[in-house]
């Protein structure tokens, strides 16, 4: 069962970000946050991160460490990121407990 303040990982999201790490030889895990923009208040920012802040919030999942800046775990705890690859386009998608609306495009959700 989730903890309903951590972040989570699928399979398929875990097995993409290590993918992902294994490219950038400094890496030490993902960092997830929000930041104000788009149609409807709100857009994921997701990179693989090198360095880590003392306010960061740091979970560990399927082996990849998550963190998280202070600001962002309000809007992010308990969302879980999953990889989802249909036809030719491959994308994160991210199922956050908090989203109240997501714009038509999917760049943005409100809280």
Known sequence: MQNQQSITLTPAAAERVLGFMQQETDSIGLRLG???????????VINITSESSEEDNVF???????????????????????????????????????????????ESFSI
Not at 34 to 44: E, I, L, R, S
Not at 90 to 105: A, D, I, L, M, T
């Open 34 to 44: 929000v930041k104000k923009t788009g149609c409807n208040g709100y857009a994921y």
């Open 60 to 106: 560990e999942n399927r082996g990849v460490k998550i963190f998280v800046d202070g600001e962002s775990i309000e809007y992010l705890a308990g969302t879980e990121i999953d990889f989802v690859k249909q036809g030719l386009n491959e994308s994160f998608q991210f199922r956050n407990p908090k989203v109240k609306g997501e714009c038509g495009c999917g």
